[in-house]
């Protein structure tokens, strides 16, 4: 079973190293790596082509422009020749080197059609400094309806299933991959298995973490992708999330 991992990057050489040789030190031998990149003005394209070299041919990518973030994620999927997909960010990485393997062994079972866990956000400064721990455990698609998601990142599942059900809606600004989730496991009921560890770690300060005004956009984003998609929800009910992100604050993982 080849899996398919894709980064999308834009001026990521601050984090793009870790991000890299964590995907190089996978112990599962069948990666395909796909590195999509747009116009990268710092030297984003020399880290990749540094460690190119080492993926022996397992390690394909490109630099050109795109319509943002979730176009780019489209070129990286259909880039791919692997069976399974799944996306680390270009600030994220894995900090166990058995995640993809862990991830393989779900997939064995025929009944799998899509794989989660959990993931550990991390101090960018101290990278050993767990600020919060999200938990995918308690996920239903029912909760999909309070903005509660399953772990983006450690979301994987088989390649043919964009293909059926479609890839990223691009004229998402920031909540695309709740939109997909939401097509993936409410809509289309792909059965789901639920792994017990934190699959990688995030630097916190991203896109849908960054300021008031994004949080703004991402529930009026997340309050659209339920109502595309046949789930009634509203703005109040989508507040209950910050009370969970509150008790996970205050109850780290270390």
Not at 48 to 77: P, T, V
Not at 222 to 232: D, L, Q, Y
Request: include cysteine; charged fraction near 25%.
């Amino acid at each position: 079973m080849k899996f398919s991992l894709i980064t999308v990057t834009f001026n990521s050489s601050v984090t793009l190293h870790d991000t890299i040789q964590s995907v190089f030190l996978q112990t599962y031998p069948e990666i395909e790596y796909i590195i999509v990149d747009g116009l990268s003005e710092d030297c984003t394209i020399d880290i990749i082509k540094e460690y190119a070299s080492l993926f022996h041919g397992r390690l394909d990518w490109i630099s050109e422009k795109d319509n943002g973030l979730y176009d780019a994620m489209n070129k990286g999927i259909r880039m791919a020749t692997g069976d399974i997909i799944g996306i680390i960010n270009s600030d994220d990485f894995y900090h166990r080197r058995d995640t993809i393997m862990r991830v393989a062994e779900a997939f064995k079972n025929s009944d799998v059609q899509a794989v989660y866990g959990d993931v550990r956000f991390v101090n960018p400064q101290n990278l050993d400094k767990t600020v919060r721990y999200y938990s995918s455990k308690r996920f239903t698609p029912e909760m999909f309806r309070f903005g509660f998601m399953p772990a983006h990142p450690t979301f994987f599942t088989y390649r043919k299933y964009f293909e059926e059900f479609g890839y990223y809606k691009i004229d998402y600004k920031i909540a695309a991959d709740y939109e997909l989730l939401i097509r993936f496991l409410y809509v289309h009921q792909l059965k789901s298995k639920y792994l017990p560890f934190d699959f990688m770690k995030m630097r916190i300060g991203g896109t849908s973490t960054a300021s008031i005004r994004s949080n703004i956009l991402l529930n009026k984003e997340i309050v659209r992708a339920c109502k595309e998609n046949g789930i009634w929800t509203c703005m109040p009910l989508l507040f209950l999330k910050y009370l969970v992100k509150v008790f996970e604050l205050l109850l780290v993982k270390e």
